[in-house]
């Protein structure tokens, strides 16, 4: 791809100034573990809903999104969609108990409802999914991303995505990851919205369509004509004309992203620290829904182009899905504008690794090393996340460099958690709404599904005769990851009230603030507050989900 004087001077501004600015609004008020890794519980729910968006959306996402309209069509959407749903969860449900119990982690929260072991394991495990997926693949796909842009090969650009986001991290804290956030979206919006502007005008000069109606149906004879799978509408049919089951279904949807979304949107502490940040416990309720109104926009600006490209560009991106969003913006950007929207790469990029850097220097520095020497001085434990924070880099670097060995990006991100997620959904679900769940059951859950995952990862990934030969696992295997979500999922749950059952229950003083007294008493609590009341506000972003989906 030809790059203009004009974008690299864009782009190299950009990386200068955000990480001048990051610098400046973090390091010089970051002398506490609070002031670095929850921002000094300052942020308002605007810039907490912003960056919980921000901290989802990066290159992965973006070049995964468009290779999903590309290659899927619509139904890639509810990865999207879905997490608007699961950001009502987070408000509603489990903000409340996150903010009242003033945590620095998602695993002290375990700790008091379950035990310090289960905090351990817990901490471990949200380690290890930081390293493996937030860091890691992403700087893989960042890498091929600039690979393709600039010409730079995957290792050198593995080391300056790195390099970049762990400066402004490291010396920032989360301050800096959630002020730089809000200059972060505008460029990236500006050029998501952009570049599908254009791929919209570019289908009515070239192929006569100026009606969403006329681009669905265009791409559905498009792919009935040439044999592929693109569905024009967000929910799919179970089954494929071939008899095999689509792997985002309506069904997939249905079981498989509630798992995924509640652990991801609900217990990551690259996520949720954003609202253990909030102000005030409303700010951090509000912050996470409007966070799910913010979620709706990737539909629009980031898989309906890949659709578009199907349609305009189908011959000419061929079997090569991942090149989607780069064809489009050779296309149609012009110098400067393309520019622009590869800062606004980096930009995503980076808020994801910075995020979830700052999320395991949380994590260190708090679950680690404060449980071994609690009179550790918050100087010491601040220093010491950082080096964990440049440590797990370096590994996340290495590890990325495997990207290349899985199937496709985007199913690496969702399949590697189906190692954990259901276990942790299942915990947490469980210890917000059942009294009776134990510190056993929570244990032997997370142990359970880290086995079977490990071994269904394994059986995915490892071309060896004992998998790909024996005809159980290869049809296990041949199942879509999302259902295979689903039973995991199942199988966790009966762990979990088995062994809650067979073990004696939590003294009620020991969760007392800690499970809600009913399964619905999220909705009853206190009086309605007018229309900025976060159950006022989830209403709305209900009613809205539920016209796009009868439209889309």
Excluded at 136 to 156: H, N, P, Q, R, W
Excluded at 208 to 219: M, N, P, R, V
Aim: aromatic residues 10%.
């Amino acid at each position: 791809m030809n790059v203009s004087n004009l974008d690299i001077g864009i782009i190299v501004g950009y990386l200068i100034a955000i990480i001048a600015l990051g610098i400046f609004v973090g390091f010089r008020k970051n002398t506490t573990t609070s002031q670095l890794f929850l921002s000094g519980r300052s942020m308002t729910w605007p810039v907490i809903g912003i960056s919980l968006f921000c901290a989802n959306i990066s290159s992965i996402h973006l070049v995964g999104l468009a290779a999903g309209g590309f290659g899927d069509g619509m139904p890639v959407g509810n990865f999207e969609w879905g997490a608007s749903f699961c950001l009502i969860i987070l408000g509603l449900v489990f903000a409340p108990f996150y903010f009242r119990s003033k945590l620095s982690t998602l695993p002290e929260y375990v700790e008091r409802r379950y035990s310090p072991t289960t905090r351990t394991i817990l901490g471990i495990i949200f380690i290890l999914s930081a390293l493996l997926v937030h860091i890691g693949i992403s700087l893989y796909a960042g890498a091929v991303l600039m690979e393709k842009f600039f010409g730079i090969d995957v290792i050198t650009a593995i080391i300056l995505m790195a390099g970049l986001s762990a400066v402004y991290t490291v010396l920032g804290g989360l301050r800096a990851v959630m002020i730089t956030n809000l200059v972060q979206v505008v460029i990236l919006l500006a050029g998501a919205i952009t570049l599908t502007y254009l791929a919209w005008q570019a289908l009515g000069e070239q192929k006569g369509i100026t009606t969403y109606a006329e681009l669905k149906a265009a791409a559905s004879s498009l792919s009935a004509t040439n044999g592929d799978n693109i569905s024009p509408t967000v929910l799919q049919g179970i089954w494929n004309e071939d008899g095999e089951l689509n792997k985002y279904s309506w069904l997939c949807v249905l079981v498989g992203y509630p798992i995924l979304g509640i652990w991801y949107w609900c217990t990551d502490q690259t996520i949720v620290q954003n609202v253990l940040a909030a102000k005030t416990e409303k700010d951090g309720r509000d912050g996470a829904i409007f966070g799910g109104f913010l979620k709706i926009l990737p539909v629009f600006c980031m898989v309906l182009p890949g659709m578009m490209a199907y349609v305009l560009y189908r011959d000419e991106i061929g079997s090569e899905k991942n090149d989607t969003l780069m064809v489009l913006m050779e296309k149609l950007l012009q110098p400067g504008f393309l520019g622009l929207f590869a800062a606004g790469l980096l930009a995503a990029l980076m808020s994801t690794v910075a995020a979830a850097l700052n999320s395991i220097a949380t994590l260190a520095s708090t679950d680690v090393l404060k449980r071994l020497k609690p009179d550790t001085p918050d100087k010491t434990l601040v220093w010491f996340g950082r080096i964990s924070a440049i440590v797990v880099v370096l590994l996340a670097m290495a590890w990325s460099t495997q990207g290349g060995k899985f199937p496709s990006i985007f199913d690496a991100i969702n399949q590697i958690p189906m190692m954990f997620a259901p276990a942790i959904t299942t915990i947490f679900l469980g210890g917000v709404f059942w009294k009776r769940g134990t510190k056993q059951a929570a244990i032997a859950t997370m142990i359970f599904n880290i086995v079977v995952g490990v071994l269904y990862m394994t059986a995915v990934l490892v071309d060896h005769p004992i998998f790909t030969e024996t005809s159980w696992v290869a049809g296990f295997v041949a199942i879509p990851f999302m259902l295979v979500g689903g039973i995991f999922f199942a199988l966790c749950l009966a762990t979990y009230i088995i062994t809650s059952l067979a073990t004696p229950a939590p003294a009620e003083a020991n969760i007392k603030g800690l499970v809600w007294d009913t399964p619905l008493a999220f909705l009853k609590e206190g009086k309605i507050q007018g229309i900025t009341d976060p159950r006022i506000m989830a209403l709305i972003l209900l009613i809205l989900m539920a016209i796009l989906y009868s439209i889309m």
